[in-house]
């Protein structure tokens, strides 16, 4: 079946870097622009950022434009999240998406999800 797997969660002090990465199976997504949401605790679902197919178009909320970076490696059908300067409400669990039909910044325009991956920025 498809599947978007994540990776690269943790907990980390404030101003560190991870790298999350997303891959997928059972299907190349290599043709379809792919993202990146967060979900805070009592929160909803938010756009992170997005990365065109080709990887030349990128796309990010305003609260991680300047330390985040989406890309992606489509002959491992994976993207990226290299996250810098993290701050304390940058804690959420990340998911992956993929497929979009639609808006990048609404989840209901995704079709396909990860199960998440936790981060947590302590101060």
């Known amino acids: 079946q498809v599947q978007l797997v994540e990776s690269g969660g943790g907990s980390v002090q404030a101003g560190d870097s991870l790298r999350l990465s997303c891959a997928g199976s059972g299907r190349t997504f290599s043709s379809d622009p792919m993202g990146w949401f967060r979900q805070a605790p009592g929160k909803e679902r938010e756009f992170v950022a997005a990365?065109?197919?080709?990887?030349?178009?990128?796309f990010y909320a305003d609260s991680v434009k300047g330390r985040f970076t989406i890309s992606r490696d489509n002959a491992k059908n994976t993207v990226y999240l290299q996250m810098n300067s993290l701050r304390p409400e940058d804690t959420a669990i990340y998911y992956c998406?993929?497929?979009?039909?639609?808006?990048?910044?609404?989840?209901?325009?995704?079709?396909?999800w990860g199960q998440g991956t936790q981060v947590t920025v302590s101060s």
């Open positions: 990365i065109s197919w080709s990887g030349t178009s990128t």
């Open positions: 998406a993929a497929d979009p039909d639609g808006n990048y910044y609404y989840t209901e325009a995704w079709a396909y």
